[in-house]
């Protein structure tokens, strides 16, 4: 996750995300799904002193890795709570994010809820998510690139097109849809791909299923790393109004 976030691809869409969320001094900020605490500095510094930032994730190991980044920022307050129950009281959050967490929580509307019952009337959130439908994998064997999407679709991702429905689920749970933005992350080098995308691993998952052949499923991986190399998809970043 760290690395994806620091990527070219990841710091591009997080920094414009950052802008538009345009989060002030002295504001409450959530993160939901905050995962090791890559993006709660910069929320720190932005709110300031007389601010308070909010990270949110249930997952213990992320939490001692959030808790490590932020220990010397004192507006930073990191709870542990799964997404479709926020420990934050009702209309008390300016600022909000959640950043490919959807995809993978169990009702994405319930945690939507539970973010427009955090935040207050006038805050601003943001949300941004993939659609894997549009993974694009460059090879010689272009139907096993489309299989591996497929793959990747219906039994990797739970919510794995929640990005071109995401201004849908925001308008549903009663936030006021202001932008959407859609970018593309592109990767040239397989080894950044593969840990990104997880191109081996889940390729082997596949063959293991018996969504792939296996023979077929192997050369396809192992000719990615002999050219150039291309994958993209499509991340679409949603800022709405509460």
Not at 126 to 131: F, N, V, Y
Not at 163 to 181: C, P
Request: aromatic fraction near 4%.
């Amino acid at each position: 996750m760290l690395r994806a976030a620091t990527s070219a691809a990841g710091h591009g869409y997080k920094q414009e995300l950052m802008e538009l969320l345009d989060v002030q001094p002295g504001q409450t900020a959530l993160d939901v799904g905050c995962g090791p605490g890559t993006d709660l500095p910069a929320l720190a510094e932005r709110v300031g002193a007389s601010g308070t930032v909010i990270g949110v994730d249930r997952d213990p190991a992320m939490l001692a890795e959030a808790r490590h980044r932020t220990s010397d920022l004192p507006a930073v307050q990191i709870r542990e709570a799964d997404a479709h129950t926020l420990p934050v009281a009702p209309a008390t959050v300016d600022r909000a994010k959640i950043d490919r967490v959807l995809m993978h929580v169990t009702e994405p509307a319930g945690v939507l809820a539970q973010l427009h019952l955090a935040t207050r009337p006038g805050s601003r959130i943001a949300l941004a998510e993939p659609d894997w439908d549009t993974l694009a994998i460059d090879a010689e064997d272009l139907e096993t690139s489309r299989a591996f999407t497929r793959y990747t679709t219906s039994e990797v991702v739970r919510h794995a097109t929640i990005g071109r429905s995401l201004a849908r689920h925001a308008e549903q749970a009663g936030f006021v849809v202001e932008t959407v933005r859609a970018t593309t992350p592109v990767f040239l080098d397989f080894h950044d791909a593969d840990h990104t995308l997880g191109l081996g691993r889940n390729m082997q998952q596949a063959i293991q299923n018996g969504h792939i052949d296996e023979a077929r499923g192997r050369r396809w991986f192992a000719s990615l790393s002999k050219g150039p190399f291309y994958a993209s998809f499509t991340l679409v970043t949603v800022i709405c109004s509460r």
